[in-house]
């Protein structure tokens, strides 16, 4: 942040930039996140689409989520800024969502999705990505100021 | 699988992170080594392309031959794309990514093992 040198000098208040810093590894994150989501949910859905529609399609979205929350975040600007709190937010309410409801057994779910017990399949990389992500660009918005 | 491949992958992939990791923690950008090292990475996971295809010749398809076809051309494109991201961003930040591109190899490494022993050949 105080490092002298990296941003180049401009005299317009430059907008938000996710994808520089620490915003850098978030992207590598959550860009891989988008492709584990995307390549998990199109297996299921095209080979046993039958055996758990639900959760199935709860993969797709959540490989959307993260589809979009990974370009948001690469991209500087004021509006990529609002869409990335807006997919991250949606994430964390999805991973708290499907945790708690696999994890506390309300329904069955046959198979799991990137988010069952709280992704636990993913070394609860999935609970832990959106935390960070809400507190990257909370901490973007007040050093914007 | 082979396994001494996928070990040999596996350590220096966790060499490789090491070494960035203190590469970051010293306050430095990405640089040419780092690229050479993810060269010798990106080295032995062609070798291991080479043995899963010989040994698919040799032995027969996995079960989830699609899966498995799909890991191991994922595994070696990871680092690539970490060096592309990494290398535009001129601060210990692009490092870090080196550290978790290393990180992910491994992962898919055993999953490939994972799928391999899964058939039962």
Redo the contacts between chains.
């Keep these: 942040m105080s490092?002298p040198g990296?941003q180049p000098a401009s005299a317009e208040p430059s907008p938000p930039a996710t994808n520089?810093?620490?915003?850098?590894?978030l992207?590598?994150?959550y860009?891989?996140f988008a492709?584990a989501a995307t390549?998990r949910a199109a297996?299921q859905i095209g080979t046993k689409f039958d055996d758990a529609p639900v959760p199935y399609l709860l993969s797709a979205f959540a490989a959307v989520v993260y589809i979009v929350a990974t370009i948001a975040l690469a991209r500087p600007g004021r509006t990529s800024y609002w869409v990335a709190l807006a997919a991250i937010g949606i994430e964390m309410a999805g991973v708290l969502t499907i945790g708690a409801v696999t994890a506390f057994g309300v329904t069955d779910f046959p198979d799991d999705t990137v988010w069952s017990w709280f992704g636990r399949g993913y070394l609860f990389i999935p609970l832990v990505l959106p935390i960070l992500g809400l507190l990257w660009l909370r901490r973007l918005r007040v050093t914007a100021r | 699988m082979l396994e001494p491949v996928s070990y040999a992958i596996i350590v220096v992939c966790f060499a490789y992170a090491a070494w960035s990791l203190f590469a970051a923690a010293l306050n430095q950008i990405p640089r040419e080594p780092h690229v050479i090292g993810a060269g010798v990475i990106e080295l032995l996971l062609v070798v291991q392309l080479v043995v899963a295809i010989v040994m698919m010749f040799v032995d027969g398809r996995p079960d989830e031959f699609a899966?498995f076809i799909?890991y191991l051309l994922?595994v070696l494109i990871v680092l690539p794309?970490?060096l592309f991201?990494?290398l535009a961003?001129?601060?210990r930040?692009?490092t870090?990514?080196l550290v978790?591109?290393a990180l992910?190899i491994p992962v898919l490494v055993l999953r490939l093992e994972q799928i391999w022993e899964a058939t039962g050949v």
Excluded: C, D, N
């Design positions: 490092e990296i520089t810093g620490p915003g850098r590894v992207v590598a994150v860009a891989l492709v390549s297996y | 899966v799909a994922v794309l970490g991201w990494a961003e001129k601060s930040w692009g870090m990514v978790f591109a992910v």
